[in-house]
């Protein structure tokens, strides 16, 4: 198995008896072999990807689905969510029939979601923190405070899209919105400023 | 600082407690003074068993004893802080405001615990001179445990004021959080799409997903409870009222908009633990 990533991707390093290359690499080297992905790309680059990866021999795919809709990729072989940063490093898998470390712990889902759940829920409550930024209500401190102490959130919501990245919500909320066309999934202005 | 606590039930008992706990003269009030005797005798019970279980001493128990005091008249001399903490009723609370204000004279200051009603409204039961001293205080039940109160400015709150306030909840251990009045204030805002996004991925003929989303939430967001389980906590009931009130106070932005699945659920008596059935059944447990 080979690891691809897009990123110095915090996980890697669980997997030090793998092969690990970067996406710039994919065209230059012969891959003949499942593949543990571990970028996190947009659906269209994602679909040109996945087309590139096999055209290098990629067998399995075990896909880093966490900012797109599962079901825009039929033909892999697993899904997992290890690209989307958790404060507990547990992470959403389907179908990932290969055991993973055991310093990463894994939710499965027996059936296929259509998003992963923990993305999704907690882009939704980010995008509002920035809402109320944008809305000029408070401070990023104050809104992290609050959340913090009031719901017991182990991270405020502005602390917690930073250690995400606030480029890959954004993605998902983009992603989310053209696949249902709900405007509950519009991305607020000061997330998309402060990308 | 000498704290006047208007209302005696959950939330200003616990907040009277708090203060007791945290060497501040506290005087409990309520119009019903049997209500009043029984919450004043349900905090010293709490205070009793938290001595068994050793989290205080008795002389602490001495000092949280003699500084809470129940209270049937309103006027009590040499009140620096009043908090309203009646029922979530607009003219109700502007009628307290505008009675206190014939007692109290001075620089007092004012403020309403309210979780739901706009603390520039309510700002309007005062004259324009003591609207300065007026401002939201919003504390987490149980206020005793609860870390986190909420600061909420109207207009015409006075900066200074406001920072005196948060300054003197900080020197007594509260975390404080200010925010421009604004419908759900922080918490009750932010937190909507804990409840609403997870209702949207829960489909009505999928029921038996409620503990795998609690589950994975629980588990990937390093949480103590899960959606569904807080959602029957809190009471669905209450939480709709909540939504509905944020959704429509901020004119019905499609992304707070509640859920059909939500509505049923209240509809149906599906309330939570206090209906012994929600998402999850009770039945056994209570």
């Given amino acids: ?195 | 600082m000498r704290v006047l606590i208007i209302g005696s039930g959950t939330m200003g008992a616990g907040i009277a407690q708090w203060l007791s706990q945290n060497n501040v003269t506290t005087f409990l009030y309520d119009i019903n003074h049997e209500l009043l005797q029984k919450s004043y005798k349900e905090i010293h019970d709490s205070w009793d068993k938290l001595v068994q279980k050793k989290k205080f001493t008795e002389k602490d128990l001495g000092i949280f004893k003699n500084n809470l005091n129940k209270s049937e008249q309103l006027e009590i001399p040499n009140i620096d802080l009043i908090i309203e903490c009646v029922i979530e009723d607009l003219n109700i609370k502007k009628d307290i405001f505008k009675n206190l204000l014939t007692f109290y004279t001075g620089n007092e200051i004012f403020a309403s615990n309210t979780s739901s009603l706009s603390i520039s409204e309510l700002s309007l039961a005062f004259p324009k001179e003591r609207r300065k001293n007026f401002l939201g205080i919003h504390f987490f039940n149980p206020a005793p445990i609860m870390k986190l109160v909420e600061v909420i400015e109207s207009p015409y709150t006075d900066a200074k004021i406001t920072e005196k306030i948060v300054n003197w909840f900080k020197e007594r251990g509260k975390k404080t959080a200010l925010c421009k009045d604004t419908p759900g204030f922080i918490v009750n805002r932010i937190a909507r799409n804990f409840y609403g996004e997870s209702l949207k991925i829960l489909k009505r003929d999928n029921m038996s997903e409620v503990e795998n989303i609690d589950t994975i939430l629980k588990d990937c967001a390093s949480l103590k409870m899960g959606p569904f389980k807080l959602l029957d906590l809190i009471g669905i009931d209450t939480n709709l009222k909540v939504s509905e009130t944020v959704w429509k106070d901020l004119y019905y932005p499609d992304r707070l908009r509640p859920t059909s699945l939500q509505r049923k659920m209240v509809e149906s008596n599906k309330l939570g633990i206090k209906s012994k059935s929600g998402f999850y059944d009770y039945n056994n447990e209570y």
Avoid at chain 1, 77 to 90: E, K, Q, R, V
Wanted: contains cysteine; charged residues 25%.
């Fill in chain 1, 1 to 195: 198995m080979i690891i691809i990533t897009n990123t110095d991707h915090p996980l890697k390093k669980f997997f030090p008896e793998l092969k690990q290359i970067t996406i710039n690499e994919i065209n230059n080297i012969k891959i003949n072999d499942d593949v543990l992905d571990l970028t996190l790309l947009p659906t269209e680059c994602k679909k040109h990807y996945i087309h590139d990866i096999k055209k290098q021999g990629a067998k399995k795919i075990y896909l880093e689905s966490s900012i797109n809709a599962l079901f825009n990729f039929p033909d892999v072989a697993g899904y997992h969510s290890m690209g989307f940063w958790s404060p507990s490093s547990t992470y959403e898998t389907y179908n990932m029939n290969f055991s993973l470390p055991k310093e990463i712990k894994t939710k499965n889902h027996s059936t296929q979601p259509d998003f992963f759940y923990y993305p999704r829920v907690l882009s939704t409550i980010i995008n509002e923190a920035y809402f109320y930024l944008e809305e000029g209500l408070g401070k990023k401190e104050d809104i992290d405070t609050a959340m913090k102490y009031g719901l017991n959130f182990p991270l405020g919501p502005i602390e917690w899209s930073k250690k995400i990245g606030l480029k890959y919500i954004c993605y998902l909320l983009d992603e989310l919105f053209t696949m249902t066309r709900d405007s509950r999934y519009g991305a607020s202005l000061e997330l998309r400023k402060n990308l």
